[in-house]
């Protein structure tokens, strides 16, 4: 693996290992290093508390995350997801 | 090989800090003057909700390598800042903010006499 976690690769990831059905990131790259947002909607977080959430993209992203100079995460179940959006509209 | 960074020692000295002290927080720079931004958001948001940091516990990361690293083994949480509340880990800055947006943290924290 590279050194540098590219946002393609991080797309990649997330739908591979999470089965990630959507995933955005942002990136807040400021110079210090790479430094991403992402949002994460998954059916694997159903019935997950927030905590056991982040802990499952912590460990499934151990070694890009270790890589990262900033990593935060935002998981939703589908579910969540589409009643966000329709809120939105 | 990954090197072993959490020290029997240094576990011990976590032990003791998180179960003895009501609120703890591991952040870069201090309350006053914190050096990331997510620290900064961290002592903000438990500020929004009323907890006084000067009263609390908290670890400038910076200050000592050995921390840095092995704060991240023993909460099994590759990021600074994290909070524990009553010897429980809560989390780093996401899970504080979406817990003080849907009222959750301030449930915690009055269930907890903060």
């Not at chain 1, 590279?2 to 797309?11: A, F, W």
């Not at chain 1, 990136?27 to 998954?42: K, L, R």
């Not at chain 2, 976590?14 to 952040?27: I, P």
């Not at chain 2, 949480?77 to 010897?87: D, L, S």
């Amino acid at each position: 693996m590279s050194e540098i976690v590219t946002q393609e690769h991080l797309t990649a990831a997330l739908k591979e290992r999470l089965q990630a059905e959507h995933v955005e990131i942002i990136d807040n790259s400021g110079g210090c290093g790479s430094a991403y947002e992402v949002i994460i909607v998954s059916s694997l977080f159903e019935g997950k508390s927030l905590l056991e959430r982040h802990r499952l993209v912590n460990e499934k992203l151990k070694d890009e995350i270790a890589k990262i100079h900033a990593f935060s995460q935002k998981s939703y179940t589908p579910t969540q997801w589409s009643s966000m959006n329709q809120t939105q509209k | 090989v990954r090197a072993r960074l959490l020290s029997n020692s240094l576990r011990s000295k976590l032990d003791k800090a998180v179960k003895n002290n009501d609120l703890v927080l591991f952040m870069k720079g201090t309350p006053d003057q914190p050096l990331c931004g997510f620290s900064r958001a961290a002592v903000q948001i438990l500020g929004v909700q009323g907890v006084d940091l000067t009263k609390h516990k908290t670890f400038n990361v910076l200050e000592d390598d050995e921390l840095r690293e092995g704060i991240k083994e023993y909460s099994s949480w590759p990021t600074i800042p994290q909070v524990y509340i009553k010897g429980e880990f809560i989390g780093g800055t996401d899970i504080l903010l979406n817990m003080h947006q849907s009222g959750d943290l301030e449930e915690l924290l009055s269930s907890k006499g903060l």
